[in-house]
């Protein structure tokens, strides 16, 4: 019966899709064979749920529709799935939080090279049924497996699912009356397989550095040939010296290499956090000051940096109960079991501050107000939204450059965005030099694509960053939107070793094919015309 | 003239060493190409430097000679030397500071499966023209690339060659009045290609981290194919999401995958260091101080233990100028800029310290003492040969386990040591739950191979690590012998995943084969009998 249903939905959508005249049958059949080998309840194949996993978070493209949705609950229906998409030759796309910016996880379109980038706005928001066309795909999500297996709490550990959330596991950890955390803090929402898959980071990178780091110890992988391999088999002390470890290949992998199926991650005590900021006369004076905090050894956490306009948006939107001064403004976190030893650190920084020519020092007074400066800095990013009223719309973009590199990034960006006549609110991970800047625009009446200067600003940028001995991707990865500066950035010789361990560890490029790097040559050279 | 002695030292050479008659043609066309490609000094074929670069640091094997060394001066003479090899064939082996343990840098012998151990004493120390077969090897000493290219003050960063120690660079820093350091510190006169091969670490691991964490930004390597690649290619940004990231294979890979020729290096405030001690009546209530310092957030830069036998050799050395107690004790540093809070600190390790049952903490009372007790931990390896007397051999054990499992190992080696009749001290960085004990031992007269018990208590350890979820090798890596251990370790899947690479990068297994995984299944299946 539930099957039934299932199968007219799936005609439905079958012929809903424009693939479907190009090679019908080998999805036909691998969807018959997941239905066979899968309860309904974990299959989706209704339109609804099909758009919602085609579409990105930020993204106003139309929704890019998978054929069909499994949602796996174990490593061994992971195994099951793989085994069909091989079999049939069918794309497959692991996928967890759906929080990823850069159109990771969604299915590729059906032409090659793909018309537009899935990313950028193509304004086609209002015509709710429209789709764009895709290449028959199965995304594989892992949102059910979200169990915390174990907690090892005198070795600061956790062995988690792919579908746990860094703040579902700290709340787990809170509950269960563990003191410690897992310290990296990318989008509410973010699950850890594809925090693994992105390989970014957050606001505690300066402290805790990025996903890159030593946080993730090991890992189970389902790889294309069905095997299930855990990257440091039975081990999980802290430190090993097994030969390269290959669990670093999945790290930053966008789900094309293999799918993640557990991992153990490394946490940390947890200890409050003492929040604190104050605003400069320019962004170079902020950087210098920064630098200086950094390279006293006083370990701060966190040190961002919010330019003039985004104050301004702040602000607007009443984030805190006072009004901050609408210029470059830094606000940090310092972190310590003992109060006094935050004091102490923010003495220095004070000096520090002052000898930049910042404004004193305002230093949250308990942690209360700790948090309600932080949560500030997390809401940044709906209020400026306000800059430019109802309708606003976001491209955000992630560069990251040296630090010593990070106020002439600014200045000269400031000219690429005064040129485009936008609005671009700088948010920046300031320690890191990790830059995001905010380009708000809106569709004007009747208008369907958003305004060229928004993707010709971004490209600029990510240009910039790359002059400046930066990068084009600090942390939300590539996924679709970055893959033309790749070449340019890593070299060629680099790309293609990349190139070939895709080829190695997929080589039938099923799995989230054209994520990262695009999936032939010939893809990449077209995509430049 | 030069050329003509060069030829007459290698047929002095070649006639000394076992392979000549097996393939004496190629090795021969290789070593006059390579003679023709560079000047005289920097190829090696002298009887005395080939038997010094075929032997490994506290290896009592007799020396495996290479057929010659090549000292490269740039990338370009790297990839020359890679071109040679690949053309004819030849076994190639970069080697930096030549501190490895596990046989990493030694040339493979000439019979498949090695018909002993390449570490293991055989005890033919005294025949000093022997030398173990080995197979025509070229090896490709990176000692002479040991410049620093550049230092990033402000983006705390280092770009250096192979050939720089991380001490070298260290001291350069402090010359140059940067307030930076490398903050890792394996063995005294590693060099930074060996340091990332090894993926290892050291005393400040618990603060700092491994050479797997974020120490390493991008590094230029030249492949088997003869490429140079440089895996972060133009950009040094502290944060990058740009793919999967390829330096991450090298790390670990023990020059079997590629040749590393520059590294980008992350430096850290250079703060000052506070050394504390104390001892505890057994290593159960050690651990238990341990844990709670970690989990309370006090930040330690290193935590480490010495069991009593340890302390005994130090105490008959006088590495301090005071007596020990001799049980297991704790040494550990605590860092940061500002005195008070180091102090503020202590404090609250001291009440840990008093509530597991230690004895009072002894606290360096200025930078001297702090200087000298951590001298007198370095030093400890050699004091050690004092509880046996002259003659004393080591062998060095690397596990790691669960700190959570530290003492249960601590305890259940206990007997396997009594069983063996040996003296076994522990030297361990407690944090990490990375446990040393150096296996002491005598040849007796007319013996020329160490006693069985040696390699039988060595191999129980590491057997009893991986049972309790731990390695192996926790920071020596593995080389040629630990290599029959990855399998229960690491298990086939992943194994076979790394035999996968290693054919991809170096598919005629020319390049340092046999280290970390056996070169072929039949081998290590050879191995076990």
């Not at 099957?3 to 479907?20: D, N």
């Not at 069909?84 to 030759?89: F, L, M, Q, S």
């Not at 060229?452 to 991707?473: N, R």
Request: glycine fraction near 10%; charge should be negative.
């Amino acid at each position: 019966m539930a099957e039934s249903r299932a199968t007219s939905r799936l005609s439905a959508i079958l012929s809903h899709l424009p693939f479907v005249s190009a090679a019908p049958s080998a999805i036909e059949v691998a969807v018959a064979e997941l239905q066979a080998a899968f309860p309904a309840e974990q299959l989706s194949l209704d339109v609804k749920t099909l758009k919602r996993f085609g579409q990105s978070w930020g993204s106003f493209s139309p929704p890019a529709p998978a054929a069909i949705v499994v949602h796996a609950e174990s490593t061994a229906d992971v195994v099951k799935v793989v085994n069909i998409a091989v079999k049939h030759r069918i794309t497959l796309i692991p996928v967890a939080g759906k929080t990823s910016l850069e159109g990771q996880f969604l299915p590729p379109s059906c032409c090659n090279p793909p018309s537009a980038d899935t990313r950028l706005p193509s304004g086609k928001l209002n015509e709710e049924e429209q789709t764009v066309a895709t290449r028959p795909t199965i995304q594989l999500s892992l949102a059910r497996m979200d169990k915390i297996i174990a907690v090892h709490a005198q070795d600061g550990q956790a062995v988690v699912q792919p579908g746990v959330g860094w703040q579902s596991l700290n709340e787990e950890l809170a509950e269960l009356g563990h003191k410690l955390f897992f310290p990296i803090d990318p989008a509410p929402g973010a699950q850890f397989g594809g925090m693994v898959g992105v390989g970014g980071s957050g606001t505690n990178a300066v402290g805790y550095g990025t996903m890159r780091a030593e946080w993730i110890q090991g890992m189970e992988v389902v790889l294309m040939n069905g095997e299930v391999i855990n990257t440091r088999g039975k081990g999980r002390s802290r430190k090993s010296s097994t030969g390269w470890d290959t669990g670093r290949l999945f790290l930053g992998s966008e789900g094309t290499l293999g799918i993640i199926t557990s991992l153990t991650v490394r946490l940390a005590p947890l200890i409050p956090l003492k929040a604190a900021l104050t605003s400069f006369p320019s962004v170079a004076s902020a950087v210098s000051a920064v630098v200086e905090i950094i390279g006293a050894g006083l370990s701060p956490t966190s040190l961002e940096l919010l330019d003039g306009t985004s104050i301004r948006g702040m602000n607007l939107a009443e984030l805190l109960p006072y009004k901050l001064e609408e210029e470059p403004t830094v606000m940090m976190r310092f972190s310590s079991p003992l109060e006094e030893v935050v004091n102490v650190a923010l003495d220095k920084v004070k000096e520090i501050v002052a000898k930049n020519g910042g404004r004193p020092l305002r230093v949250a007074r308990d942690d209360k107000e700790s948090t309600k400066i932080w949560g500030a800095r997390k809401a940044q990013y709906w209020s400026q939204q306000l800059l430019i009223g109802e309708g606003c719309r976001t491209l955000l973009t992630d560069i990251c450059v040296p630090i010593s590199r990070l106020a002439e990034f600014v200045e000269r960006s400031e000219l690429d965005v005064a040129q485009s006549g936008l609005l671009a609110p700088i948010v920046a991970h300031i320690g890191d030099g990790n830059v995001h800047r905010a380009i708000l625009y809106k569709l004007k009446e009747g208008e369907v694509e958003a305004p060229p200067e928004v993707a010709k600003l971004a490209s600029k940028l990510s240009k910039l960053a790359i002059e400046l001995e930066g990068t084009c991707a600090g942390e939300h990865g590539i996924g679709t939107t970055k893959r033309k500066y790749l070449r340019e950035e890593l070299g060629a010789g680099t790309l293609n070793l990349m190139r070939r361990i895709k080829a190695e560890l997929d080589p039938l490029g099923l799995l989230n094919p054209g994520k990262v790097i695009y999936e032939t040559l010939e893809e990449e050279e077209e995509s430049k015309t």
